[in-house]
């Protein structure tokens, strides 16, 4: 057996592997409302608008000179552009607008990585 690793959507690739077959799995959660990895898209709006939600914030390292990402307030509607009005579309995990929504979707994550776990996993 050689060991393989596996990148992508774990929501999705988790749905393709049989029960009880995989022997570990190693993940980083995102946290809640914590960074945006910038892999919206928008819809409608103004195509020319460097789009921007109203409560984006910056995160950053040694007193703020290197950024590490950005995200959203939490709680807060980021659904669209505060510029042009585009709509924000995208389905990574750790943006819910709910701490609720969250922990239900890691639930779910987590319901997936305890079906395809092997015993000995």
Known sequence: MRPEVIEGD???VLKTFDDESV???VTSPPYWGL???????????DEDCEHRTGDQVVQSLHGGKDTVGSGVRPGSDN???????AKRIDAQLGLEPTPEEYVDKMVDVF???KRVLRKDG
Do not use: F, I, L, N
């Open 35 to 45: 960074r945006d990895y910038g892999t919206a898209t928008w819809e409608g709006g």
């Open 111 to 113: 319901r997936e990585v």
């Open 79 to 85: 659904s669209h552009c505060s510029k042009c009005g």
């Open 10 to 12: 774990v929501r999705k």
């Open 23 to 25: 022997q570990c799995v």
